[in-house]
């Protein structure tokens, strides 16, 4: 008896030993020598952006999608003009001064090469200095988005927009080189990461300045944007520190589970997985709409999202995840092909227009788990699939970003990403890709879905006409089999135990917020 009660101490003594290292307790901020390491194969710059760079507005995971950042409160004083009381006492990352002047000399930058993956670049009209820490943004019509485009319209100090100004591309910016030019709790010491292009490997260290004192909690962060990912899995369940959170085949969260050194985490999110059909230069039978739905027919949904997913994720219509506002009503009652019909009881009437259809697929290797289900699928009906496949996103978002004006270099006709939801709790993140005449569309001119995309605009999340203009882009988009539809993912992580995280359902990395207990590799 006595040697039981004498476990059970050293047993609690051990638990105490690896509490979380408190925050504002007798710890330092950010924890002396703390570092980890993180493996962002999707999306890389959009996950870490708020990590380095300080907006109006930051990504949140509440209802809204947000919480105030370099703003305090905003005002919205009629349909085109928004006022925005600032944060006092911010420092940029070099030491200068942030406020009003600062906000006016970046929107002058941004006006002259502005994002492009919204109508923000063509509604934009200024921004006026009110006060020192007052700012007027006034657009040229109603635009219901505006607050979403507000968290992607960063700041940055005077040298950095002297030498690089706004980059005008069509994906969010970032820092296009090394150094103290943003407000965010990281400096960006080592590499780059953008959407078009990124090193292997960025590391950031925890920003002196920043203004609120409760965070960073880690010294430093390497960000790894190009793995194999068999290594990186590897790594992830490794003893020695090799790599600390890493999203993981779905395929391997029993290993996870089971690990020594690793933890599953898993939770419902609002990414998506997005299948382009090349309508623009691909083959030629896609233009054809019977092919194009009898290809989304032929995918099991239910069977892919069990095989493949391993249960993880949710069956879906179009690409837009059901947990978005606007999509959570309209997925109520437009349902997949494949839960209307079952695949199985139509393939002679399938094989019968697809028997023979040869595409090519272009797709980063972490995707390869969910085309070995659909390649099943679609070769039960005549259908076979070559595969090019590549490591790299960026290598990815080379091809797809230049095929709606026909410079893609690759010939495909099936190409795959992670389409996280960057936009935050909005689902343009999704519906982006069916404005025809983006960079971010395959989809060939289709004024009529323009004209849903434009109504849209003018919609605030939450009104009965945002639910109703979704539902007209969701239709039209389904019923024209726009894409190939396949289930939203959850989030599974493979995360060190020594590290406490706890993940967004959308496009953020809160890297600000993650800690360590005192048994992590790197402070131990």
Request: one cysteine or more; aromatic letters at 12%.
């Amino acid at each position: 008896m006595k040697l039981a009660k004498f476990m059970i101490k050293s047993l609690l003594a051990m638990v105490m030993v690896t509490i979380i290292i408190p925050a504002g307790g007798a710890w330092a901020k950010p924890v002396p020598g703390s570092h980890i390491k993180v493996y962002i194969p999707s999306l890389p710059y959009i996950y870490i952006s708020h990590a380095i760079n300080g907006a109006l507005l930051r990504p949140a995971d509440n209802e809204r999608g947000w919480n105030y950042d370099m703003a305090t409160s905003h005002n919205q004083t009629d349909d085109k003009t928004y006022e925005f009381t600032l944060r006092k006492g911010v420092l940029f990352q070099d030491g200068t001064r942030f406020n009003a002047d600062a906000v006016v000399e970046n929107m002058k930058y941004f006006k002259e090469k502005p994002i492009l993956f919204t109508k923000i670049d063509t509604i934009f009209d200024r921004a006026e200095k009110i006060d020192d820490y007052t700012v007027r943004f006034y657009l040229t019509e109603k635009y219901g988005q505006f607050l979403n485009d507000t968290i992607w319209i960063q700041f940055y100090t005077s040298k950095y927009l002297r030498k690089f100004g706004w980059n005008g591309k069509g994906t969010c910016p970032n820092l296009a080189e090394p150094g103290p030019y943003g407000l965010g709790p990281y400096i960006l010491k080592e590499g780059y990461i953008e959407g078009d292009r990124h090193t292997p490997k960025a590391v950031l260290v925890a920003n002196p300045n920043y203004w609120n004192k409760d965070y960073p909690r880690i010294e430093t962060i390497t960000v790894f944007t190009e793995l194999d990912t068999k290594i990186a899995m590897e790594q992830v369940f490794d003893k020695d520190g090799k790599l600390d959170i890493m999203p993981i085949p779905f395929s391997m969260k029993g290993r996870a589970s089971t690990s020594p050194y690793a933890k599953l985490i898993t939770a419902p999110s609002t990414n998506n997985i997005a299948i382009h059909m090349n309508l623009r230069n691909g083959n030629k039978k896609l233009l054809d709409k019977n092919v194009r739905v009898a290809l989304n027919k032929a995918i099991d949904q239910a069977k892919l999202l069990d095989r493949s997913y391993g249960g993880e994720g949710v069956i879906k219509p179009t690409l837009a995840a059901p947990l978005f506002p606007g999509v959570n009503e309209v997925v109520k009652t437009l349902r997949p092909y494949s839960e209307v019909q079952n695949p199985k009881k139509i393939r002679t009437e399938l094989k019968a227009i697809l028997d023979g259809l040869v595409l090519k697929v272009y797709t980063q290797d972490r995707f390869m788990f969910i085309w070995k289900g659909i390649a099943r699928d679609l070769r039960k009906v005549g259908v076979k699939l070559k595969f090019d496949i590549t490591a790299s996103e960026k290598d990815v978002f080379g091809q797809l970003l230049t095929t709606n004006a026909g410079k893609n270099t690759k010939e495909w006709d099936l190409l795959v990403w992670g389409c996280d939801d960057w936009y935050y709790n909005h689902p343009w993140s999704a519906f982006l890709v069916y404005r025809t005449h983006n960079l971010w569309s395959t989809i060939f001119s289709d004024p009529v879905l323009d004209g849903y995309i434009d109504e849209m605009f003018r919609s605030s999340v939450g009104t009965p006409e945002f639910t109703d203009v979704c539902e007209k882009i969701m239709r039209h988009v389904h019923d024209n089999a726009y894409m190939l539809f396949v289930p939203a993912p959850n989030k599974v992580l493979a995360v060190n135990k020594a590290v406490v995280y706890k993940p967004y359902k959308m496009a953020s990395i809160p890297l600000w917020e993650i800690e360590v207990t005192s048994n992590h590799w790197s402070v131990k």
